[in-house]
């Protein structure tokens, strides 16, 4: 079985997820393979508390989902997303 990649697991959640801009970060050499850490910015997002965009993201990996060991996640909405840039 293919090692995932980042950008796989990026182009994915773009699509399933009509993500604004997406971040995909390996941290294999941090942790164990299979351990990624996500930053996801979705219109989808929108009035769904933490629990429930993680599993929008869960859901939106599918089957890699199953070959992932670790997933840190962070979900905004482009408004938060804009928020955080302001004075960037």
């Known amino acids: 079985m293919a090692e995932l ?22 941290t294999s050499g941090e942790r164990c393979p ?9 219109a989808i997002f929108r009035g769904k508390g933490l629990l429930q965009r993680h599993r929008l993201v869960n859901e939106a990996l ?5 070959r992932i060991h670790a997933l840190e996640q ?12 302001k004075f960037s």
């Open 5 to 26: 990649s980042a950008e796989a697991l990026r182009e994915k959640l773009e699509r399933r997820l009509g993500a604004e801009h997406v971040e995909v970060e390996s």
């Open 34 to 42: 299979g351990s990624f850490r996500l930053l996801v910015v979705s």
């Open 62 to 66: 599918g089957e890699e989902l199953e």
């Open 74 to 85: 962070r979900t905004l909405t482009p408004e938060q997303w804009a928020d955080e840039h």
